[in-house]
DNA sequence: ACGATGTATTTAAACGTTTGTTGATGAGAG
DNA sequence: CTCTCATCAACAAACGTTTAAATACATCGT
């Protein structure tokens, strides 16, 4: 159906390779003929069938997108959206496409990285999340197949290449943050165990308790889904205390937006009763009422660096394995207030 | 370097047309082979190369999914990952991959789908928006390719599968809503004019004032991006009016949350100063302060039904069009109150 | 005027499939 | 015991490229 490098080349009255190689701008073809070639092509309409190209080069020029399972609603944090921005960008100027991957579960996501890997479909996967004992970063380790991770592999950390941010320094400053406008109990609300993300802030916020000489208390702590109703539990487990946390770390600004939300309905608000600051910087962070306190993770940076990186070691097998850190900013707005002694 | 269909054969001790049809299923082939075949293909871990499927049968089982430009912040909408989502559970189901495009501008786009359509890379296109005089659709439709739109395609409406709510119903509904609470004087909120959904939520906002005997005034109406800073203009307009509103239909949550936002700082309170209804009925709707009363689109449904559709049409080229109305369902939260007669 | 050198192009094989056509084998009919 | 007809499998061409190797043709020093 389409016009093939053939009907170029006996429009230009040369062999389909010549053709071949003034695509590729081959220097062993002289100017002249380079020139009527590309009047041909131009004329016919021509271009190139990827497919036939990528089954002899083995290359597609296309990476693999991994997203988190659906389940995990964490698909509906505007996270997502703002990484693939920066991945999509990057990827764009590379001459690179983006395959991209959900499912609903571990064993549905798998099985799509498996064709996608298997079947040739893509030189390269980006993993948009990281969490303990992923069977698709072993597989993918396990086949040596060029990947990276946005996030902190769980485990062979040096030589999986991965992009993140320090976030145990970020959690340790924003809690600093909260210790130093006076807050002594300090709660942390954070996702699942088994995103490295959540374990890594936790540190954070552990850390600059035991420095700042305050107790680490068990009952502060809460793991929930990073969903309204986790939202709802952690308020209620956190506020039956008898001595609930005035302030409060939380490891996503949408969490934040649930726990505001709850807290109202308890008759607390913030910042006047409770401050709490949290991570991301999405969006809307700047626009809830009250704006977040949060710390600005660089989502869109996070996309552009992975998507370098991964082009990188596709080209070039032999390219080490990388850890980028990208830095954070934290975002002082009015979800922290003084802590008035009482 | 992979293991090919003739590696197969050579281990069962067939021809390599013979694994690829057992690999079809196909009835000429005996069950006794059949089961030989697959052993073999089992035992060598055999995965059939894509891109050599495709060549010679210049069908890709990939569909390419186009993003508007990241100019248009409407990315930063929680609407993407959800209609996403949609899209990739059907895509997965029928074992299409999807094959994603962004870009910053019409241009980048353009030429994005450019590629995957004249580069065979996918079978059909999912268009994420639907604008006026929009060069993509012209492109896709000139070339009769198969494609749907989610929305309303501002031509050629008739021979243009797509899938979209009753807008215009929708509206009119909603603005009745804050009609039968009191308020008489409504403003309008919405997008960019060159969106079709604008212009139906617009239409229908229109025809319920009229309906209800009530003026439409042009000063209530504002046109603005779905941005904060979007939100912000719009209510500098709206209240510098001698006779400001007293409610609101607004075109997207996301801006509502912008507008509530400025409100605040204007010292006015949704509900009890202003009544704000909109749309979408995002994750989010339901957690801010307050709660908005919006419209709930069913934004999964159009993905679901936007990829099946597209899938029928690529596998019958002879399917004709199709106009898909998702239906649409009001949520009553509480930014709408009754209007005190004053 | 000669082979040597180099440049510009062509030839042909390969990539891993699918699929129309041909060929072999065996069973049943005459 | 041959002939016909199924049934199953093999052969080979095609899909649109890339690329190593071969070739044609000037150009040059001698």
């Known amino acids: 159906m389409g016009v093939t490098i053939k009907d170029v080349a006996k429009s230009a009255g040369v062999a389909p390779s010549t053709v071949s190689r003034v695509l590729a701008d081959n220097p062993r073809i002289s100017p002249a003929t380079k020139k009527r070639v590309r009047k041909a092509m131009k004329d016919l309409g021509y271009h190139p069938n990827v497919n036939a190209r990528s089954l002899v080069s083995s290359s597609t020029q296309t990476i693999g997108v991994v997203m988190p399972s659906s389940a995990d609603k964490a698909l509906q944090n505007p996270f997502f959206p703002e990484v693939l921005r920066g991945i999509s960008n990057i990827a764009h100027d590379l001459e690179y496409s983006l395959l991209l991957s959900t499912g609903d579960s571990e064993d ?39 990947f990276v991770i946005i996030g902190k592999p769980s485990e062979n950390m040096d030589s999986i290449s991965h992009v993140d941010n320090d976030n145990v320094q970020a959690a340790k400053e924003i809690t600093g943050h909260l210790i130093s406008l006076g807050h002594s109990r300090i709660g942390f609300i954070g996702g699942s165990k088994d995103l490295a993300v959540t374990l890594d802030r936790l540190s954070g916020y552990q850390s600059a308790l035991q420095q700042a000489g305050l107790p680490i208390q068990e009952e502060y702590l809460v793991h929930t889904e990073f969903l309204k109703s986790g939202g709802r539990k952690a308020v209620h487990e956190l506020f039956k205390l008898s001595q609930p946390p005035t302030g409060l770390v939380i490891a996503d600004d949408l969490m934040s937006l649930g726990v505001v939300n709850m807290l109202e309905e308890f008759g607390l608000y913030v910042p006047e009763d409770i401050s709490i600051v949290s991570f991301n910087d999405v969006y809307l962070a700047e626009i809830t009422r009250p704006p ?15 998507c370098k990186c ?30 008035e002694q009482t």
């Open 108 to 146: 549905t996501i798998l099985e799509a990285v498996k064709r996608m890997v298997y079947g040739n479909r893509v030189d390269g996967v980006i993993l948009l999340y990281s969490r303990l004992r992923d069977r698709v970063t072993e597989f993918l380790y396990e086949k040596e197949f060029p």
């Open 310 to 339: 991964l082009v990188e070691k596709v080209k070039d097998s032999s390219e080490p394995a990388k850890r980028i850190i990208v830095p954070f900013k934290i975002k002082y707005r009015s979800s922290a207030a003084k802590r």
């Open 292 to 306: 977040l306190t949060t710390v600005d993770i660089n989502i869109y940076e996070l996309g552009v660096h992975a």
